[in-house]
């Protein structure tokens, strides 16, 4: 197992160095022109060449990507070219928001499609219209938009129902912001003893949460009903039967390697969520790193563009070994690959 886990996070760093170069070198393709958007197109040409000089861009290509990289080995991405703050403590302000959000919103998907997954496996709801309301809704929940279900429950559960708070922030214009601890306001307000800020927070969350968890709950149901339905026929638990072993350990046999095939779809969901939540949380308020990303973006800031692609990139391939090494820890076949 110790073998497995380092030959996956070996895998790591390969990967992070052709995404980071991809990256630099498709924004220096691009047609668009950062200096022009900065300076203005009015500007003179001692203007101009000032501020690509500043930025750095009069160098050569190879130059700039070794600067670079210089700058991910002693753990920065440069400045901001809109703040002039340093790219990694932009990123720790907005990165904990996202986090939080696709984090919950994840666990919730599990808690409730798991379950609703293994009933509609095996075919025994109570009645046979819920089974069959079941099937329905694993091919509905996620068939739409995210931002257009965030738009319908802030209208039912804010607008009519009334019973979550107005999509403005994480926070209530009244609540007392805790002094940073960990960057994670979940965590933070728990560690200060701000119980009132902490149930704020979870509030305000509540509705985002609730919006991409719907939209994942979908395939999470359809990958564990197909993983349970397979497994249950298979020539292991047959023997197991005409062994006469309990129905319980059959069971328990059963849903562990039924899980396998979900915990993947886990690993792939997080990652579709880290760079997709940018949505969700413009509807919602949320200045989580995918407004941040979006609007660096938009005005061609570099460094910021550069540093939020490779941070996303480190944390969906963890994401993802962390699934493989539970998913090997579920069926031991897989360590033996």
């Known amino acids: 197992m110790k073998r497995y886990i380092l030959s996956r996070l070996a895998q790591v760093i390969p990967q992070v160095i052709v995404v980071a170069i991809v990256t630099f070198v498709l924004l220096r393709l691009l047609p668009a022109n950062p200096v022009e958007g900065i300076v203005g197109p009015t500007a003179t ?3 101009y060449d000032q501020e690509q000089q500043k930025l750095g861009l009069s160098a050569s290509l190879l130059s700039q990507l070794g600067r670079f990289f210089d700058e991910i080995v002693h753990g920065g991405f440069g400045n901001s070219w809109q703040t002039n703050v340093p790219v990694t403590t932009e990123i720790g302000q907005h990165l ?3 986090l939080q ?9 599990l808690i409730v499609g798991i379950p609703l997954g293994y009933v509609l496996s095996t075919g025994r709801g109570p009645r046979r219209r819920q089974h069959r309301f079941l099937r329905i809704f694993s091919l509905f929940a996620g068939s739409q938009p995210d931002f257009w279900w965030g738009l319908v429950f802030i209208y039912l559960f804010f607008f009519l129902v009334r019973i ?5 922030g994480i926070l209530s214009p009244a609540a007392v912001a805790p002094q940073p601890v960990t960057g994670f306001i979940l965590i933070d307000s728990l560690l200060r003893g701000q119980v009132g800020t902490f149930a704020d927070a979870l509030d305000h969350f509540a509705l985002p949460v609730l919006t991409l968890a719907f939209v994942v ?4 149901m359809r990958m564990t009903s197909q993983g349970m339905r397979s497994e249950v026929n298979a ?6 039967r005409a062994c006469g072993l309990p129905e319980r350990r059959i069971a328990l046999s059963i849903i562990r390697n039924g899980l396998a095939p979900v915990l993947t779809l886990t690993g792939v969901l997080f990652g579709v969520l880290l760079g997709g939540a940018v949505l969700v949380e ?3 308020s949320l200045n989580g790193l995918g407004v941040y ?4 973006v938009l005005a061609l800031n570099y460094p910021s563009i550069e540093g939020s692609v490779v941070v996303m990139t480190t944390i969906a391939l963890l994401v993802y070994i962390v699934m493989d090494i539970l998913h090997a820890l579920l069926d031991p076949r897989v360590r033996s690959r």
Do not use: E, H, R
């Open 45 to 47: 040409k001692a203007t």
């Open 96 to 98: 904990p928001i996202t």
């Open 101 to 109: 959000l696709i984090t919950m919103a994840t666990v919730v998907a």
């Open 164 to 168: 979550f708070p107005a999509p403005l």
């Open 217 to 220: 709950v979908g395939p999470i």
């Open 235 to 240: 020539d292991y638990v047959l023997y197991a």
């Open 282 to 284: 413009t509807v919602f």
């Open 293 to 296: 990303t979006l609007q660096s």
